[in-house]
């Protein structure tokens, strides 16, 4: 059985607003592979840093469009975990903020409405030349999963509306980050391994301010040091635990 440490449950009873800051670990109980999993079947033999950059997207633009097909596709198999359920739960009781490096939508599908999405979506294209949004259908990938990417009505290739290494955040997405990080009673970080900024600077951010942090990872990881607390669980057994518990 699943036991919430004293010190998270004390911080969690008493705090009107709750800031969740999740990564790819959230929804890896969704069947969602984290980039540190390894790639599963056609992608197995490419590094995902090898594959979400621009520069690459240059390079081979069905390759790269390809994979994201082939990640909206995983994304829309799979469903919201009790993790992300149980934060849309809590989220009746308290003013819970979300704030993810998550491009998926499964957040939102488990009824939360999330306030930042740092690294975009995976589900919003847009042009490479112009920006303007691409709402037309997608090509299916062929054998090898290449797809050539769709032309948007100015001639640029369509991209995925995700940050790409080396990009800049979304200036709002990522304002309303800080803000909800300073300006919060708690900070819960769950299934991130803190080693992409400048998301990862956000728990020390919210420690200068004198935020508690918990961390929610069944592993160690760049932020443990500084969390107040770490929890060695899942996603999708320590959050549920923890809102029973409330
Ligand atoms: N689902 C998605 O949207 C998705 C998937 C893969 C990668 N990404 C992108 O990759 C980048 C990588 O950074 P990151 O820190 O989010 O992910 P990461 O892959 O670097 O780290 C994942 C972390 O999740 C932890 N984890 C694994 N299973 C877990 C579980 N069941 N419950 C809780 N934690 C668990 C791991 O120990 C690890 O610390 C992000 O920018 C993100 O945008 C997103
Ligand atoms: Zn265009």
Redesign the pocket.
């Given at each position: 059985m699943t036991i919430v440490p004293v010190e998270v449950l004390d911080v969690a009873r008493t705090a009107r607003r709750i800031t969740v800051l999740?990564?790819?670990?959230?929804?890896?109980?969704?069947g969602?592979?984290?980039?540190?999993?390894a790639q599963s079947g056609l992608w197995s033999r490419f590094d995902?840093a090898q594959l979400?950059t621009e520069d690459a997207f240059r390079r081979d633009p069905a390759l790269v469009f390809g994979w994201y097909v082939w990640?909206l596709g995983r994304?829309r198999e799979a469903g919201p975990n009790a993790?992300h359920l149980s934060l849309a739960q809590w989220a009746r009781s308290a003013d819970v903020r979300i704030v993810?490096?998550?491009?998926?939508d499964?957040h939102e599908r488990a009824g939360s409405e999330v306030l930042a999405h740092?690294?975009?979506s995976?589900a919003a294209f847009r042009c490479l030349d112009c920006g303007r949004p691409f709402d037309g259908d997608l090509p299916e990938p062929d054998a090898v999963g290449r797809a050539a990417p769709p032309r948007c009505p100015c001639g640029g290739l369509v991209r995925p509306g995700?940050?790409w290494f080396g990009e800049p955040l979304p200036q709002k997405a990522f304002a309303d980050g800080v803000l909800a990080c300073r300006d919060t009673e708690l900070l819960l970080v769950?299934?991130?391994?803190?080693?992409?900024y400048p998301?990862?600077g956000l728990p020390d951010l919210a420690r200068s301010m004198g935020v508690p942090v918990v961390e929610?990872?069944?592993?160690p990881?760049e932020l443990s040091p500084s969390c107040d607390v770490t929890w060695r669980?899942?996603?999708?057994?320590?959050l549920p635990t923890l809102v029973a518990a409330l």
């Open positions: 999740t990564g790819a670990g959230m929804s890896a109980e969704s969602v592979p984290t980039f540190r999993d995902p979400a990640r994304v993790g993810t490096q998550n491009v998926d499964l740092l690294h975009g995976l995700v940050v769950v299934g991130t391994s803190g080693i992409v998301a990862a929610i990872n069944p592993e990881t669980t899942t996603a999708a057994t320590g």
